[in-house]
């Protein structure tokens, strides 16, 4: 349960489907803020739900348009926030439409990328997560698939 003063955000993990299987979208970060991959973060605004939260912040970093609504991985952490208190980041899985183009907002990435499941780059791009926790949220991603068996039975 979230402590009164954790300040809550989301880890969203986009996924699509395509003709060589499951691709998972990596973000990279500008310098200023680390220059590291990552999924969409990003925090929840006052008055908004974890889930609205997911969704509005996937679309402000990607401009996707996307197959339904936020899955829960069943997955958060927590950490302390550099202003003081503490975080909790709620991950989440959503579909983007496959034929939609990622639209980046420059002001806090510099590019991306579509990873396949599997491939043999896979274990490269899971080690550019800067953070283990991050690499945990994939990690789930994974799990969710396979258990609803979107096309990675076979995966890592």
Do not use: C
Not at 71 to 89: A, F, K, N
Not at 109 to 120: K, L, Q
């Amino acid at each position: 349960m979230k402590s009164p003063n954790a300040k809550s955000k989301v880890q969203v993990w986009i996924y699509r489907r395509g003709a060589q299987g499951i691709q998972v979208l990596f973000l990279k970060l500008i310098d200023e803020r680390g220059g590291f991959w990552q999924p969409v973060t990003g925090g929840v605004e006052s008055g908004e739900g974890l889930l609205e939260a997911a969704r509005r912040e996937a679309f402000e970093e990607t401009h996707l348009s996307f197959k339904g609504a936020p899955l829960p991985l069943e997955y958060s952490i927590r950490y302390p926030s550099r202003w003081g208190g503490e975080v909790e980041e709620v991950a989440f899985i959503l579909e983007a439409d496959p034929s939609a183009e990622v639209v980046w907002d420059s002001s806090e990435h510099v590019g991306f990328s579509w990873v396949d499941v599997g491939a043999p780059e896979w274990t490269k791009w899971v080690d550019l997560l800067r953070y283990p926790s991050v690499q945990r949220g994939l990690e789930k991603v994974v799990e969710t698939l396979r258990a609803n068996q979107v096309g990675v039975e076979n995966q890592p």
